[in-house]
């Protein structure tokens, strides 16, 4: 069924309102993608990637624990992210990203 809409939203843009409920039922490939590639790049102690555009892969809201992230300022840390994910970006609208360092904490 989420390829189904994925593949819908893809040829009718207007359903990128999609219940948040049904969007959030399977966590769709570009944000395990996301997820694989912070993943591969840091050492990530908790990651979170949500597709907040309802599905169409435009908006996102992202949440990491790095141990990277450790004596940086948020700054620094957003800067990191935002140069491994540097080609992702450049597709989206938006996106919200929350950084956190372990020992930090």
Known sequence: MLRLLQHQVGR???LC???P???RAFATETESAIQEKLQKALTVKDVDVRD???G???MFEIKVAADEF???SIVQQHKVVTKI???EISQW???VLLTSAPNNS
């Open 12 to 14: 009718f843009p207007h």
């Open 17 to 19: 309102s999609v219940s």
């Open 21 to 23: 409920r049904v969007a």
């Open 52 to 54: 907040t555009s309802g």
């Open 56 to 58: 169409c892969g435009t």
């Open 70 to 72: 450790n004596n940086k």
């Open 85 to 87: 994910l540097q080609e």
């Open 93 to 95: 609208h938006g996106f």
